[in-house]
């Protein structure tokens, strides 16, 4: 059974940054893809950042060049760190690998 567990949220100003963690078990974590995706009240979850199991990532539009998606495999944990945030950013950050979710993480971005 996949379970896949993020930490890392937290509430920081706008501008500054966070790295969040989602860490994996019950599969073999490399040989597969990984997706961030966030959920903000009242709006439909959305598709954040995706890193492939050789490491090629994408973005949203609305993150890239503020958010980088990174994976390391021996600790099977996928990472985004998350800079020059806004108060958009603000959500529910949830990691995703084949039909699982984690629990989320909340980011909190005051203005």
């Known amino acids: 059974q996949v379970q896949l567990v993020e930490s890392g949220g937290g509430l920081v100003q706008a501008g500054g940054s966070l790295r969040l963690s989602c860490v994996a078990s019950g599969t073999t974590f490399s040989l597969n893809g990984i997706y961030w995706y966030r959920q903000a009240p009242g709006k439909q979850r959305e598709f954040v950042a995706y890193?492939?199991?050789?490491?090629?990532?994408d973005y949203a539009d609305s993150v890239k060049g503020r958010f980088t998606i990174s994976r390391d495999n021996a600790k099977k944990t996928v990472y985004l760190q998350m800079n020059s945030l806004k108060p958009d950013d603000t959500a529910v950050y949830y990691c995703k690998m084949i039909k699982n979710w984690g629990q989320g993480t909340q980011v909190t971005v005051s203005s």
């Open positions: 890193i492939s199991s050789s490491g090629t990532a």
